[in-house]
């Protein structure tokens, strides 16, 4: 995928609404709730905006109560030349990039590790800060019905993990303006007063910026159409579910591409190869040491993902684990994420079956 191309605006409407300039003339006087009504609008989009700057829900819920808490103090400064939606955007891009400033990237064990040996006994959870899922059931609130297949598959692919963590390779500011310019179609002279930058920064910034994504991102990418079901999809993740119920080692690694990876972040073990991954599972969560695993189909990142709960004992309710997300290729299993950490179960909003 190459974003030296003129980039598509996903999911927003960008038209002023009517009362906009009521409801903020109101704000400006002090009235906390036509602030809330104003703004409250655009404070999903803005979440996703502040995920993919910082690769998780919950920083980027903290960055959008941190960029209304700004826009508020500062909301007699909004001289309305451009819009309220971009006003806000500025801010909240601005309050990511100085949030960056005391975190460290967020990646996958993939990009910062080597495979593991598959035999040798799982590590404890690192204190590494992991790249983490977001729920498609958000991300549909800010799609925009309206658009066609082409804008819906760049809006999948800028919001996929291989994309995120591509992102998260590029320098706090490189990464801000790539997202404004390529993802939310800002110009130069927008994209550089909102950054403080000369436009000839700005653009040299860009260029750096699409150079790494070229050489990080695969090569082809796969048309994507909103709310299609594959079949062919549905059929091997179900395979996939029967197969770890039978604790059937064997008929998993037949779903895997050859160079498969599967990674379990907050550990910093990953695995490459179905070989290995095979010998993993079979020495570990399938060995049968572990409790009966209840998968609930869901979404993520635009990708096929369940809900993992370990079934309950002695009648007590399922336990959750974490969210598994997939990249699947060519009818097979190319990248396994499954991140172990149960309060992303209730971010998703799933419940175990009854």
Same mark, same amino acid.
């Given at each position: 995928m190459t974003f030296a191309v003129v980039a598509r605006h996903i999911g927003v409407d960008t038209t002023v609404r009517h009362d906009e300039r009521a409801l903020w003339a109101a704000a400006v006087a002090g009235e906390r709730d036509?602030?809330?009504?104003?703004?409250?609008?655009?404070?999903?989009?803005?979440?996703?905006?502040?995920?993919?700057m910082l690769g998780s829900l919950e920083d980027a819920e903290d960055l959008v109560q941190e960029t209304l808490l700004r826009a508020w103090r500062r909301r007699e400064t909004y001289q309305q030349r451009s819009t309220l939606r971009a006003w806000l955007y500025g801010i909240a891009t601005n309050a990511c990039l100085d949030a960056l400033e005391k975190r460290s990237r967020r990646l996958l064990p993939t990009e910062v590790v080597p495979p593991a040996d598959p035999l040798a006994p799982t590590p404890?959870?690192?204190?590494?800060?992991?790249?983490?899922?977001?729920?498609?059931?958000?991300?549909?609130?800010?799609?925009?019905?309206?658009?066609?297949?082409?804008?819906?598959?760049?809006?999948?692919?800028?919001?996929?993990?291989?994309?995120?963590?591509?992102?998260?390779?590029?320098?706090?500011?490189?990464?801000?303006?790539?997202?404004?310019?390529?993802l939310l179609n800002w110009s130069a002279s927008e994209t550089a007063g909102a950054l403080d930058l000369t436009v000839?920064?700005?653009?040299?910034?860009?260029?750096? %910026?699409? +150079?790494?994504?070229?050489?990080?991102? #695969?090569?082809?990418?796969?048309?994507?159409? *909103? =709310?299609? &079901?594959?079949?062919?999809?549905?059929?091997?993740?179900?395979?996939?579910?029967?197969?770890?119920?039978?604790?059937?080692?064997?008929?998993?690694?037949?779903?895997? %591409?050859? +160079?498969?990876?599967?990674?379990?972040? #907050?550990?910093?073990?990953?695995?490459?190869? *179905? =070989?290995? &991954?095979?010998?993993?599972?079979?020495?570990?969560?399938?060995?049968?040491?572990?409790?009966?695993?209840i998968r609930v189909p869901t979404r993520a990142n635009r990708q096929p993902a369940f809900a993992i709960f370990f079934e309950g004992e002695h009648g007590a309710p399922p336990r959750p684990v974490g969210i598994e997300v997939f990249r699947i290729e060519r009818g097979l299993i190319a990248e396994v994420d499954v991140f172990l950490q149960p309060e992303l179960v209730a971010a998703f909003a799933i419940t175990p079956p009854a």
């Open positions: 036509a602030f809330s009504r104003v703004t409250g609008r655009y404070r999903r989009e803005l979440q996703v905006h502040c995920y993919r404890p959870a690192s204190e590494i800060s992991w790249l983490g899922p977001y729920p498609d059931s958000l991300l549909d609130e800010v799609v925009d019905d309206s658009a066609g297949p082409e804008e819906l598959a760049f809006a999948q692919e800028t919001i996929e993990l291989a994309f995120l963590v591509a992102i998260q390779h590029l320098p706090p500011r490189q990464r801000a303006v790539l997202i404004l310019r390529d000839v920064a700005a653009n040299s910034a860009l260029q750096r %910026a699409r +150079d790494t994504l070229a050489r990080r991102l #695969p090569s082809e990418r796969v048309n994507w159409t *909103r =709310d299609r &079901i594959d079949p062919d999809e549905q059929v091997l993740l179900q395979r996939y579910v029967e197969a770890w119920d039978r604790y059937d080692v064997d008929g998993l690694v037949e779903l895997l %591409a050859e +160079d498969a990876r599967f990674a379990m972040p #907050p550990m910093a073990a990953w695995y490459e190869g *179905r =070989d290995a &991954i095979g010998t993993f599972l079979a020495a570990h969560p399938l060995s049968g040491r572990l409790p009966h695993h």
